[in-house]
């Protein structure tokens, strides 16, 4: 194991994801793909096999303490996530554990609230998944025009909608989005492409894809008010 954690420090691994279910397995492969160095940890031998194809730092822990999170290099990523399930207990520890490693960004995945104002107060930033994807659902569900939404930070939301047909043939600096609604377009997703540098002379054409960000209440507003 030494010999590879050599070579795994010259390499400067960014991301450490521990515990490989569902919500665990999604994030390494996402991070995979997008290039992005790993190492992978969870007691379940199967799980650990499954995924090595992502990366040669694929370790099979059944007894989580901090050493042999050091030992494994863990202390030298930038970003640890710890994506256990159901064992609570174990949650914790591990996160506490990243923390103690000195990890810059420790993620933790939380089922209630409870426990993710534990993994807060011990200073790690919380996420929650299944409360997180409920959310978008209902969100895209309710709004018809509504493509795709999820929740950022707080109160602040990005959605991914369809242009209203007003905005056809119409620059953006004319609608005057932030004065009026309260949003902002950050991104706009046309026939030849997705644009993200924004142009306020931008003229909209029939089919237009908008992504918005602002608060729940601002977008919902913007929906129903320029409803076709």
């Not at 160095?37 to 499954?50: Q, S, T």
């Amino acid at each position: 194991m030494q010999k590879n954690f050599d070579m795994f420090k010259k390499r400067r691994s960014a991301y450490c994801v521990i515990g490989l279910g569902r919500f665990g397995s999604a994030v390494a492969e996402t991070l995979a793909e997008n290039g992005q160095d790993l190492i992978l940890i969870d007691k379940n031998p199967d799980r650990v096999r499954e995924m090595r194809y992502l990366t040669d730092y694929a370790y099979v822990i059944n007894h989580l303490d901090q050493a042999a999170l050091e030992e494994i290099g863990v202390g030298d990523c930038q970003v640890a996530i710890v994506a256990i399930g159901e064992e609570i207990a174990a949650n914790i520890l591990a996160t506490l554990y990243c923390l103690n490693l000195k990890v810059p960004m420790v993620i933790a995945k939380a089922n209630n609230k409870d426990m993710g104002n534990i993994l807060e107060k011990i200073g790690a930033e919380v996420v929650y998944p299944e409360y997180e994807m409920g959310v978008r659902l209902a969100n895209q569900l309710s709004n018809k025009k509504v493509i795709d939404y999820f929740s950022i930070s707080g109160n602040i939301d990005i959605a991914q909608l369809e242009a209203p047909s007003y905005f056809t043939g119409k620059q953006l600096k004319t609608l005057e989005l932030r004065q009026k609604y309260g949003i902002s377009i950050i991104a706009i997703q046309t026939r030849n492409g997705t644009i993200e540098e924004i142009d306020p002379n931008y003229v909209f054409e029939r089919g237009d894809i908008i992504i918005v960000i602002g608060s729940n209440e601002n977008i919902h507003n913007f929906e129903r008010s320029v409803g076709d």
